[in-house]
T-cell receptor, first 118, second 114 residues
Framework: GAVVSQHPSWVICKSGTSVKIECRSLDFQATTMFWYRQFPKQSLMLMATSNEGSKATYEQGVEKDKFLINHASLTLSTLTVTSAHPEDSSFYIC??????????????FGPGTRLTVL | AQSVTQLGSHVSVSEGALVLLRCNYS??????LFWYVQYPNQGLQLLLK??????LVKGINGFEAEFKKSETSFHLTKPSAHMSDAAEYFC????????????FGKGTRLSVIA
């Protein structure tokens, strides 16, 4: 149980185009999803917190107009990188927290999406 | 605020030797602590977690970690390293409740020498 998928697993796009990454919780409902970014040989940095049915909360320094996050259902959150540039090339990882009342704060991670912008 | 410090960005051990990866945390509230492993170009795999039950936590692949409040530490150990243990390891902390994200350490790359 507690499986999170991401699609696509990797994507190559041209500079200036937009790319959408999907994060799905396959066997549980996720009231909260988190989006992280990881540069090569570095740690994961939180980009934003996404709650179902409400606007995402972005971390300081993350452009909300560039990284659009939508959490329209309890099993799906999407991250859209708009007008992508080479510096947006990175490994994007989502995590999902089950909406368990009284449950401890564990999150389950997706396998990541490798974005390369040419 | 919570934070994690992983001492040593790179640790190298011989196959069969003890693995010790260090993690110290800072938290103003009781923490939950996690160790994750990441293989190249893959996502994170949970090794083990501390959620305020037993202080000695056993995880997958023979790893274990001990929560020491007095030392604010949560070091990861394995008695005998295997070649397949070579990977990046991340320690993470979060609050015990609420929709709070994980805060990760910078990671420690483990190399295993034959």
């Amino acid at each position: 149980g507690a499986v999170v998928s991401q699609h696509p697993s990797w994507v190559i796009c041209k500079s200036g185009t937009s790319v959408k990454i999907e994060c799905r919780s396959l066997d549980f409902q996720a009231t909260t999803m988190f989006w992280y970014r990881q540069f090569p040989k570095q740690s994961l940095m939180l980009m934003a917190t996404s709650n179902e049915g409400s606007k995402a909360t972005y971390e300081q320094g993350v452009e909300k107009d560039k990284f659009l996050i939508n959490h329209a259902s309890l099993t799906l959150s999407t991250l859209t990188v708009t007008s992508a540039h080479p510096e947006d090339s990175s490994f994007y990882i989502c995590s999902a927290r089950p909406g368990l009342a009284g449950g401890y704060n564990e999150q389950f991670f997706g396998p990541g999406t490798r974005l390369t912008v040419l | 605020a919570q934070s994690v410090t992983q001492l040593g960005s790179h640790v190298s051990v011989s196959e069969g030797a003890l693995v010790l990866l260090r993690c110290n945390y800072s938290s103003s509230v009781p923490p939950y602590l996690f160790w994750y492993v990441q293989y190249p170009n893959q996502g994170l795999q949970l090794l083990l977690k501390y959620t305020s039950a037993a202080t000695l936590v056993k995880g997958i692949n023979g790893f274990e970690a001990e929560f020491k409040k007095s030392e604010t530490s949560f070091h990861l150990t394995k008695p005998s390293a295997h070649m397949s243990d070579a990977a990046e390891y991340f320690c993470a902390v979060t609050r015990t409740s609420g929709n709070t994200p994980l805060v990760f350490g910078k990671g420690t790359r483990l190399s295993v020498i034959a």
